[in-house]
């Protein structure tokens, strides 16, 4: 499974960004969906997961109310909405998949992307 990500930018604290994960070489559905973050001298960060029918969502405390993942299944693309940004929200986020279609928090996931920048001034 190749997974390319895209969308990310520089923006302005409050502005909003939607990332996109293009997914191929699969089938999309066997797969619940994930964003994970790293800032600059940090690790990388879990901050949303999708099922692979996206009819549960799991988002990490520091961006509920915030962002949104969403899936399109016709489309093989999973989404990140992230509104009311902050300069703490600064980050190369990543796309990944894990198989199964159910997400197992305990797993790790299978497939990376090779991540997009996101960075938020003040």
């Known amino acids: 499974v190749q997974l390319v990500e895209s969308g990310g930018g520089l923006v302005q604290a409050g502005d909003s960004l939607r990332l996109s994960c293009a997914a191929s070489g699969g089938t999309f559905t066997n797969y619940a969906m994930g964003w994970f973050r790293q800032a600059p001298g940090k690790e990388r960060d879990f901050v949303a997961a999708i099922n692979r029918s996206g009819g549960n969502t799991y988002y990490k405390d520091f961006v509920k109310g915030r962002f949104t993942i969403s899936r399109d299944n016709a489309n093989n693309t999973v989404y990140l909405q992230m509104n009311s940004l902050k300069p703490e929200d600064t980050a190369v986020y990543y796309c990944?998949?894990?198989?199964?279609?159910?997400?197992?928090?305990?797993?790790?996931?299978?497939?990376w992307g090779q991540g997009t920048q996101v960075t938020v001034s003040s």
């Open positions: 990944a998949a894990q198989r199964g279609g159910t997400y197992y928090p305990w797993r790790e996931f299978d497939y």
